[in-house]
Structure formats: structure tokens, C-alpha cells
């Protein structure tokens, strides 16, 4: 790609060393592909504690030290963020808590526990999950099998909801207090959430990974440009030419636009984006559209 005359630039936070606004009167055309990396948090008490980190900062710590430091830059050498002889409490499920499960057993885990807090989902299709719906049935994915074998038991806790983070006296954490809720159906239909009296417990941990999901893309690069965000924090472009912002020059593709997915859909929004720019910058391409459909027109 470099041969082709593409120029990169490394280690440049845009909206920060450069501003965003800046790209955008210096190109013709901007394309904003930054992902949703902005995590959800959990504002309870005791938050402020050592050993209590989001999912993403586990675990991009962990690649970068095995991929081992790259050619030609200065590596910064940062403090060791490990679950090694640790007791590992992982706060969220999906993939990036199962990812932060496997990563803790493959770095030396004491124990490992992640709590969700939907219920177990059951082994098959309820009645009201028909298809063509997502089927929301109990799997068991890479890590909790990895786990199962190691301790004997899947890491799992349904129905689980953290109310405080303990204080091990020095700053540190050591625990969480817990709480175990039930879903019943209100009034209208709605699930409801509600507490289990006496089932409060207390889960000891000297780290806690927090896997909630994400929220959407860094502020700060859409606040420099003005631009709008859709009710679910992501980038909001036109209802006709779904990879163009209000701002005629500036495009959003993947993550930052749709939301959180999977990799596949970066890779076929990133295409259709640049179609979107030819089109934008010459009137028309020749660039394959949706579904790999190439329009003469």
C-alpha cells in the first residue's frame, strides 16, 4: 500500500496532536474510520480503586507485549498490567469479556469470574425468540470452556449485580460486594430488575476488567468537525448516502457509524465508503457496491 503512494502516519492522535478540523479544510475528502472505543463505565463507590481497569486496556496491553516492540520506534515502557497469581473478576460478557477470560488463564489467573447480568439464556429458542431473531440461547464460547477445564467449573454468574468496589486498606482493591437480581415482566410488557434479598455476597478479587460494551466513538474528533450524533452516540450521516456526514466532505465508516460489530462489516464499510468519496470527488465510480455489484452508472 505504501508503494502505491499511500502515506502514513504513526503514533498521530487526531483531535489531539492535529486537529480534525484542520484535515478536513487540507483534504478534499476525510473518511473517519476510529471505532467505538469509547467503554462504558461503572460510577459506583470505590471506583477510584487500584486494580480496577476497562477490558480494552487488559487486553491491547497484552498484544502489544507479545507482538514485541516495533521496528524503527521508540518503545515506552509501561508498568505491567497482569492477572498472573490474581484472583480476576470480569464485569460484562460478549466477546471482549470472553477475550479478558482466556487472556487471564493464559496469564497465570488464580481464579477467574465474570458476572452477567442478564439470566442464563436457555438451551433453545423460547417462543418469544422466532426466527429470523438472533438466537438467544446458553453457549459456551472458547474461554469459558478454557476455564472449565482448568477449574472445573464455567466462570459465569448470571442475574449478577455489582453494588461496591472494597477497599483493601492501601488503596487497592480486594472484592466487591454482589447481588443477585431476577427479571419479571412490568407493567406494559418491560423487564424489570429487581433485587434478591439475602442473596448479597461478597467476591474476592484483586482485579477487576470491565467488559460493559461501548458507547460509541471518542467525542473529541466529532466535536471539532460539529458533528451530529445519532441517539445510540455514533457518528450521524445522511439518510441517502449512508457514509456522508452533514459536513459534504467528511465520511464515517464502520464502528464509528454503525456502532460496535464485527470486523466483517469494517471491512465491507470501508469499501463502500471510498466508494462514496469517488463518487463525491468525480461524479461516479467504478468501484464495486454492495454485494460486490459493480454499477455502470
Given at each position: 500500500?505504501?508503494?502505491?503512494?499511500?502515506?502514513?502516519?504513526?503514533?498521530?492522535?487526531?483531535?489531539?496532536?492535529?486537529?480534525?478540523?484542520?484535515?478536513?479544510?487540507?483534504?478534499?475528502?476525510?473518511?473517519?474510520?476510529?471505532?467505538?472505543?469509547w467503554p462504558r463505565?461503572?460510577?459506583?463507590?470505590?471506583?477510584?480503586?487500584?486494580?480496577?481497569?476497562?477490558?480494552?486496556?487488559?487486553?491491547?496491553?497484552?498484544?502489544?507485549?507479545?507482538?514485541?516492540?516495533?521496528?524503527?520506534?521508540?518503545?515506552?515502557?509501561?508498568?505491567?498490567?497482569?492477572?498472573?497469581?490474581?484472583?480476576?473478576?470480569?464485569?460484562?460478557?460478549?466477546?471482549?469479556?470472553?477475550?479478558?477470560?482466556?487472556?487471564?488463564?493464559?496469564?497465570?489467573?488464580?481464579?477467574?469470574?465474570?458476572?452477567?447480568?442478564?439470566?442464563?439464556?436457555?438451551?433453545?429458542?423460547?417462543?418469544?425468540?422466532?426466527?429470523?431473531?438472533?438466537?438467544?440461547?446458553?453457549?459456551?464460547?472458547?474461554?469459558?470452556?478454557?476455564?472449565?477445564?482448568?477449574?472445573?467449573?464455567?466462570?459465569?454468574?448470571?442475574?449478577?449485580?455489582?453494588?461496591?468496589?472494597?477497599?483493601?486498606?492501601?488503596?487497592?482493591?480486594?472484592?466487591?460486594?454482589?447481588?443477585?437480581v431476577e427479571w419479571?415482566?412490568?407493567?406494559?410488557?418491560?423487564?424489570?430488575?429487581?433485587?434478591?434479598?439475602?442473596?448479597?455476597r461478597v467476591y474476592?478479587?484483586?482485579?477487576?476488567?470491565?467488559?460493559?460494551?461501548?458507547?460509541?466513538?471518542?467525542?473529541?474528533?466529532?466535536?471539532?468537525?460539529?458533528?451530529?450524533?445519532?441517539?445510540?452516540?455514533?457518528?450521524?450521516?445522511?439518510?441517502?448516502?449512508?457514509?456522508?456526514?452533514?459536513?459534504?466532505?467528511?465520511?464515517?465508516?464502520?464502528?464509528?457509524?454503525?456502532?460496535?460489530?464485527?470486523?466483517?462489516?469494517?471491512?465491507?464499510?470501508?469499501?463502500?465508503?471510498?466508494?462514496?468519496?469517488?463518487?463525491?470527488?468525480?461524479?461516479?465510480?467504478?468501484?464495486?457496491?454492495?454485494?460486490?455489484?459493480?454499477?455502470?452508472?
Amino acid at each position: 500500500m505504501a508503494a502505491e503512494g499511500i502515506s502514513f502516519k504513526c503514533s498521530v492522535d487526531v483531535g489531539k496532536d492535529i486537529s480534525a478540523a484542520e484535515l478536513a479544510n487540507e483534504y478534499n475528502a476525510l473518511v473517519l474510520c476510529m471505532g467505538a472505543t469509547w467503554p462504558r463505565d461503572l460510577p459506583l463507590k470505590g471506583r477510584q480503586l487500584g486494580g480496577i481497569h476497562f477490558a480494552m486496556e487488559f487486553l491491547e496491553g497484552w498484544q502489544k507485549k507479545q507482538a514485541g516492540p516495533v521496528p524503527g520506534h521508540a518503545s515506552k515502557e509501561t508498568p505491567a498490567l497482569t492477572a498472573k497469581d490474581k484472583n480476576v473478576l470480569i464485569i460484562g460478557g460478549g466477546d471482549t469479556g470472553c477475550d479478558c477470560i482466556a487472556t487471564s488463564l493464559r496469564q497465570g489467573a488464580k481464579s477467574i469470574t465474570t458476572f452477567e447480568i442478564l439470566p442464563e439464556p436457555k438451551k433453545s429458542r423460547g417462543q418469544d425468540n422466532p426466527w429470523p431473531q438472533w438466537p438467544r440461547v446458553f453457549r459456551v464460547d472458547y474461554g469459558h470452556e478454557e476455564v472449565k477445564v482448568k477449574f472445573g467449573n464455567d466462570p459465569r454468574k448470571f442475574s449478577t449485580l455489582t453494588k461496591e468496589f472494597l477497599d483493601d486498606g492501601e488503596g487497592n482493591v480486594c472484592g466487591v460486594n454482589a447481588v443477585e437480581v431476577e427479571w419479571t415482566r412490568g407493567p406494559g410488557g418491560r423487564w424489570e430488575m429487581n433485587e434478591i434479598p439475602g442473596s448479597e455476597r461478597v467476591y474476592k478479587c484483586e482485579l477487576v476488567l470491565l467488559a460493559m460494551g461501548f458507547l460509541g466513538p471518542e467525542r473529541y474528533v466529532a466535536s471539532q468537525l460539529d458533528l451530529i450524533l445519532d441517539a445510540r452516540s455514533n457518528i450521524e450521516t445522511a439518510k441517502d448516502n449512508i457514509y456522508q456526514t452533514p459536513m459534504e466532505n467528511v465520511f464515517a465508516a464502520g464502528d464509528c457509524r454503525r456502532g460496535q460489530s464485527l470486523v466483517v462489516w469494517a471491512i465491507s464499510e470501508g469499501r463502500q465508503a471510498a466508494r462514496a468519496v469517488d463518487v463525491y470527488l468525480t461524479g461516479q465510480s467504478c468501484l464495486p457496491g454492495p454485494g460486490g455489484v459493480v454499477y455502470t452508472h
